[in-house]
């Protein structure tokens, strides 16, 4: 794939996750071979929910300035938003995750991965 569209599937989780995406993420990642590869921590070529949410939560943990776990309104881009738990957090990204595993095996293919949000 091209780096524009790895750049854009980079983006597209990100924004799945509520999230922008800084953009050294996007900077270290040119193909979706290499999106799975950094995100697949076990190397079996597949994304389990535990690799995603481990490879999602970067957004949560950067902007959660206090470390408490809560990303307060003032954490929140434009400052506004009701408290969101990492609980709550990782309840949105496993709902997404179950989404787009078309196949429903539990595990992100590559082809997963690149597919449109669902």
């Not at 193909?31 to 690799?51: H, I, K, N």
């Not at 990782?90 to 293919?109: H, V």
């Amino acid at each position: 794939m091209r780096v524009l569209t790895a750049s854009l599937l980079v983006t597209g989780l990100a924004t799945l996750a509520g999230f922008s995406t800084p953009a050294s993420a996007q900077s270290q990642v040119e193909t979706t071979g290499d999106y799975l590869q950094r995100m697949d921590a076990d190397g079996d070529g597949r994304v389990s929910l535990e690799e995603y949410l481990a490879w999602m939560s970067y957004a949560f943990d950067a902007m959660d300035a206090d470390g408490d776990g809560v990303l307060d309104p003032a954490e929140q881009p434009g400052g506004k938003g009701k408290p969101i738990t990492r609980s709550q957090h990782n309840a949105r990204l496993t709902a997404r995750f179950r989404r787009q595993d078309i196949n429903r095996d539990g595990f992100l293919s590559a082809t997963e991965l690149a597919a449109p949000p669902q």
